[in-house]
């Protein structure tokens, strides 16, 4: 056999490996001081109550051979599906309940949707970037081309016609840095796309923590995206699912006149065998008035973190975005830092882990994440050091 060279070409992650390393030696240096974690990209509070009652019912008629299910849907229960396609309706966006596709979360489906194209196609990934894209797209070997994401466009960069690409990827919330495009930015990505014969893939894991009623939670609020876009979401940071694991596809029947609809379901009926019953019961219970009030009470939380933060970046004129419409803060190392110095200066000085931009893309360095999924308690505690020590 030969295997797949194209794995070598796949860089190391140590990001959070090397993270990982100075915490542990700085800990052993210094035992009696306390570390504060403000880099997880996880989601730290627990389920909600009518998610729990859910799974819980379900397990119970899982166990009773009236009620007992085997084999599911490849592409979900309609229970579920009817409400996803409830959840866009709120946003104006009609959906075919067979153009949504249930699926064990996001990072899977954006690696797997691969399937559908060539791997003659070029992509184009914003710089700095979700790994994730990159790294799958290296794994099957296509061209990668980058477009970048910087202090002049707000980190929200806008199609350069002289950039020849088939797929694209963006994500808006942005990890990692909390930018969110408009309408009108979005429909420039559109209009490119349409007049490129391209794909977008539109990665909306963070649309929940969207307040502006004027910015799209979905691509599908831009007209013309049905003709070109596929987009993928997550139960993951919306209620807490991360390790729960369901998320929903779209795949619009208006793109190529349904064949990459047909493709992908021929596609996740091959090598997928649905997410279980049990869980799709949890997300149901997501998406019902109760299940939204409650999970949104946890997003408040969230957001409430990361006020606490930017209003002390804030006070002390860091320069940084994100933070409103996404859990993630991204920041501009101070005194020109590099993204690892200021990680060192930060650890040293006030025990606060962050991650280093550098880690998303060269134009990340200089520049740093924090998240809001800590405890509150922890932020405050955080911000309070920061405060201290920037004076
Ligand atoms: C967390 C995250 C996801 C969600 O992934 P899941 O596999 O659904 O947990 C998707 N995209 C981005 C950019 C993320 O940060």
Redesign the pocket.
Known sequence: MNINTNYQNISDSYLFSTIAKKVNEFSKANPDKEIIKLGI?DVTLPLCKIVVKALKDASEEMGVKETFRGYGPEQGYDFLREKVQAYYKNHNVNLDIDEIFIS?????D?GNILDLFSTENTVLVPDPV?P?YVDTNTMAGRKIVYIDANAQNEFLPLPDESIKADIIYI?SPN?PTGAVYNKEQLKKWVDYAIKNNAVILF?S??ECFITDKELPHSIYEIEGAKNCAIE?C????MAG??GT?C?YTIVPKDIENGLLNKMWLRRQTTKFNGVPYIIQRGAEAVFTLDGQKEIQENLNYYKENAKIISDTLKKHNIWHIGGKHSPYIWLKCPNNMTSWEFFDYLLENVQIVGTPGSGFGKNGEGYFRLTSFGSRENTIKACERLDKFLK
């Open positions: 990209g064990d979360g996001a990072k899977s954006l979700y994730v994500c990890n990665d894991a963070y993928f997550s139960l993951s940071k699912f991360t694991r998320g």
